[in-house]
């Protein structure tokens, strides 16, 4: 496999449980978040976005929850796959800079155990 | 959506050797970027590549070691120059388009490099 998320931090969960991965922002500008996923030899892939006068949204299986009073994300995925396995950025925009260039998290490795 | 394809995928390079990297996109896209992803890392944004004029870069990247191009909408190159072990990286070409609310930027598969 490749080298993404050998030093990040690790969430392993049992398959069919619940996953809660987090994140904090520090950019108080910022107004829209995405999450990535990044599996092992590929780009980061869309998984879901939320703008700030949202505090939640939810796609298939997946809810992200912001809160702005603590600059925290989080990425909810309900019912883990062994297929949810890899690396999750969340990423945030901020308006004042020019086009949609992202500022990206650190990242959580997602292990799913069969 | 967009589909980015980047050149080479994968590559072993010589110290003080450099490698350009290409980036192709099958649409014209406004906003073209340049990240790079070190090893067990996250993402760090080097450069905007502008269309006929200069790129615009990060905090902590410059011009000499990290020369780009953007000769049209689709197409962008980035050179890493002079490399040396600490460059061995992905290094990730990804486009924004707008599309109603969304800002989502879409990433080609990566360039990996390791520099001996």
């Known amino acids: 496999g490749e080298s993404v998320g050998l030093h990040l931090p690790t969430l392993s969960v049992q398959e069919g449980d619940n996953s809660i991965i987090n994140c904090a922002y520090s950019?108080?500008?910022?107004?829209?978040f995405i999450w990535y996923k990044q599996e092992s030899g590929k780009g980061p892939q869309f998984i879901i976005d939320?703008?700030?006068?949202?505090d939640k949204r939810q796609g298939q299986r997946v809810t992200v929850l912001l809160n702005k009073t603590v600059k925290h994300l989080s990425l909810q995925i309900a019912a883990t796959q062994p297929g949810d396995s890899a690396v999750y950025f969340c990423a945030e925009n901020d308006p004042n800079n020019a086009g949609n260039m992202l500022t990206f998290g650190g990242g959580t490795r997602l292990m799913v155990k069969p | 959506s967009a589909v980015i394809s980047q050149k080479p995928s994968r590559d072993i390079c010589q110290r003080g050797t450099s490698l350009t990297i290409q980036c192709q996109v099958d649409?014209?896209?406004?906003?073209m970027f340049w990240y790079r992803q070190q090893p067990g890392q996250s993402l760090t944004l080097i450069a905007t590549?502008?269309?006929?004029?200069?790129?615009?870069?990060e905090s902590g990247f410059v011009i000499d070691k990290f020369p780009i191009s953007r000769p049209n909408l689709t197409f962008s190159t980035l050179t890493v120059s002079n490399m040396s072990p600490e460059d061995s990286s992905i290094y990730l070409c990804?486009?924004?388009?707008?599309?109603?609310?969304?800002?989502?930027?879409?990433f080609g598969e990566g360039s990996r490099l390791t520099v001996l």
């Open positions: 939320i703008r700030s006068n949202m």
């Open positions: 590549a502008n269309q006929g004029s200069e790129a615009t870069y």
């Open positions: 950019n108080s500008a910022s107004d829209y």
């Open positions: 649409s014209q896209v406004t906003m």
């Open positions: 990804s486009v924004g388009k707008s599309s109603g609310a969304s800002r989502e930027l879409f």
